[in-house]
């Protein structure tokens, strides 16, 4: 019986016959509808007439680029423009407010992201989601180096942001393969699904983290002695004062670009540091195209960033070169200063300028006979390099800027979340189009650039940083000096 019914419906569908009366529509609405490009069907159901200018598939060409450019970039952007805005607002914010609640609130909300943009099929949420999880993210890609700087002394901080950007690079290179196998494997919600679980337990571990900043840790010990002896007349130095959210918003907000366009050492760092991490996420999408002509599968070439990871190995003797020249001018009672620490980079400059030219031309189309191995060794050293750039300039910025060192590094965190959101729009493209060869070679000759500045900041680095009314002016004989110099004056009466 119901086999009969759905026949009769689809014969009455095919004669045109209507189940219900359809009411007469008046000449004025035809008219209207004919002037939209719409019209009445033999059915009596409104549809699109031919060549309807307001159907999506008639429209002009540039308001179906610019809705397409949007549709198929801003997900991936959103992400970095999160996390360039997150850059300028958290590093003034916890170098005033302090870092622990901020990381605390920030850890948990970073959590709900994850779930909304894991959870509902809308594109919406999936690029408000992003924005949040960049805008977050910015905490401890940014204010990192000035918790760091915080907790620890000159010589020790060697490991402490050694450590801290290993901890990212690592992050990179897994990324790539966890995020090919989830979602190859349960779909790509999963991807959010597991990080919001992981994160979950991160949150929970920020609650057992102490506030390090020490001018808010100096103020809430003055109000502790003040309660407990009822005296009110004690006073921090200006400099380390709390301000008001009124004074933070008129003085401080814009501390990271007042930074960018009045120091020198920052503005450079800042760019060349910048576009060196961010070509990571140009690579992430171009050795894919790479590895797949050599046979690789999508899972296979998602493991080629894992190399990185053994290139971090390389560094481990540089870093124990920085602690012998520490300990070294420490013993002879010598002055330290950031540059003793950045010998990492000098040695990093030229060898990512070989590393990217070796890995161009020993790939296909120009070399499809080497074995993938060999550019495979190339990758080792430009997950050295990546370590030395990113930690050794974020370190140097740190150790110049002391208290102000998020803000300093700021700037850097802005421009490579503008870089890394660009990069992966044309990467996969240029790669294709131009070919593996042609593609690195471009970044080989941005490192070559990089070589002249090395160069630069070996003669002229430690001049342009005495002369700024920012940076510290070292001159000092032992480990400690300097941060004596940056904790906040012993309390004086009103």
Same mark, same amino acid.
Do not use: R
């Given at each position: 019986m119901h086999g009969e019914a759905r026949q009769k419906i689809e014969e009455d569908a095919q004669s045109g016959k209507e189940n219900q009366p359809q009411q007469d529509v008046p000449r004025h609405v035809q008219q209207e509808l004919t002037n939209r490009g719409i019209e009445i069907g033999a059915d009596g159901n409104v549809t699109w007439a031919d060549g309807a200018l307001a159907h999506p598939r008639n429209w002009k060409m540039p308001r179906k680029l610019y809705d397409t450019g949007v549709l198929t970039t801003f997900i991936t952007i959103s992400f970095f423009f999160g996390q360039a805005a997150g850059g300028l607002l958290f590093p003034p914010y916890t170098e005033s407010f302090g870092r622990k609640r901020t990381n605390v609130l920030a850890a948990v909300a970073y959590v709900v992201s994850c779930i909304v943009v894991g959870a509902p099929q809308s594109l919406p949420a999936i690029i408000i989601g992003r924005f949040f999880n960049g805008f977050l993210s910015a905490l401890p890609t940014v204010v990192g180096s000035g918790a760091l700087e915080d907790m620890w002394s000159i010589r020790p901080r060697v490991w402490a942001i050694d450590t801290w &950007?290993? $901890?990212?690079?690592? @992050?990179?290179?897994? @990324? /790539?393969?966890?995020? #090919?196998?989830?979602?190859?494997? +349960? @779909?790509? %919600?999963?991807?959010?699904?597991?990080?919001?679980? +992981?994160?979950a337990g991160n949150s929970f571990l920020f609650l057992w983290t102490k506030e390090s900043r020490p001018s808010v840790v100096l103020k809430r010990e003055i109000v502790l002695v003040e309660r407990t002896t009822g005296f009110r007349g004690l006073q921090q130095d200006k400099a380390d004062h709390v301000p008001d959210l009124s004074t933070f918003a008129r003085t401080m907000l814009c501390r990271p670009v007042r930074f960018f366009f009045t120091e020198p050492i920052i503005c450079t760092v800042s760019i060349m540091s910048a576009v060196i991490f961010s070509s990571v996420y140009l690579q992430t999408e171009g050795l894919t195209v790479t590895y797949q002509v050599f046979g690789f599968s999508e899972r296979e070439a998602s493991l080629v960033y894992l190399t990185w990871i053994i290139g971090l190995i390389l560094t481990i003797p540089l870093r124990l070169f920085d602690w012998h020249v520490l300990s070294a001018r420490i013993r002879q009672r010598k002055a330290i200063t950031p540059e003793d620490k950045i010998t990492g980079f000098f040695v990093a400059? *030229?060898? +990512?300028?070989?590393?990217?030219?070796?890995?161009?031309? #020993?790939? %296909? *189309?120009?070399? *499809? #006979?080497?074995? /993938?191995?060999?550019?495979?060794?190339?990758?080792?050293?430009? $997950?050295?390099? +990546?370590?030395?750039?990113?930690? &050794?300039?974020? @370190?140097?910025? #740190?150790?110049?800027?002391?208290?102000?060192a998020a803000s300093a590094n700021a700037p850097l965190a802005v421009i490579r979340g503008i870089l890394s959101g660009a990069f992966p729009i044309f990467a996969r493209q240029m790669f294709t189009n131009l070919g593996s060869n042609i593609s690195t070679s471009i970044l080989a000759i941005i490192a070559t650039v990089f070589v002249g500045i090395a160069i630069w900041f070996w003669f002229y680095a430690a001049k342009i940083r005495e002369s700024s009314s920012w940076a510290v002016s070292v001159n000092r004989k032992d480990d400690g000096e300097e941060e004596r110099k940056n904790i906040p004056k012993p309390l004086q009466l009103a």
């Open positions: &950007i290993k $901890g990212s690079i690592i @992050g990179i290179a897994v @990324g /790539p393969a966890f995020a #090919t196998y989830v979602s190859t494997s +349960l @779909g790509w %919600p999963w991807v959010y699904h597991i990080s919001a679980i +992981l994160l400059a *030229p060898v +990512l300028c070989a590393a990217l030219w070796w890995f161009a031309w #020993t790939v %296909p *189309p120009y070399a *499809p #006979t080497i074995s /993938p191995f060999v550019s495979l060794a190339a990758l080792i050293l430009v $997950g050295a390099c +990546l370590n030395e750039f990113d930690g &050794i300039l974020q @370190g140097y910025l #740190t150790d110049s800027y002391a208290m102000y």
